[in-house]
């Protein structure tokens, strides 16, 4: 999800799958005063609600801004059958990884929900 998706997405007041680690930050000021005006602009969300939707449209986002670094290998063709190289840049290394955690994380969920 964007980041400008949010909005529409709390207004909507839909809810996600959660883990059970909580993680414990610190704001600077002008972040905290950020997200005291948008709990108030939007009530039916909790503030821990809010700042897990926050840090996942900004991980979507950074995902999708790293660089691609062609390799040599082609893996696939185009619509207009030019060769689309393997991206070598750091996109594999953190998909693959995220897919590893979300395994790790899951299992002890779905082990529960039996």
Known sequence: M??????RHWEQNSRGRLTPSQYH??????????LAALCEMYPRRGTEEMLGELIGAALEELEASLPYIKGNKVVATDEQGDPLYEDIGPTPRFLALSRKYLQQMSEPLDKTQH
């Open 2 to 7: 964007k980041i400008r998706e949010l909005v």
């Open 25 to 34: 930050i610190h704001l600077d000021l002008e972040s905290a005063a950020r």
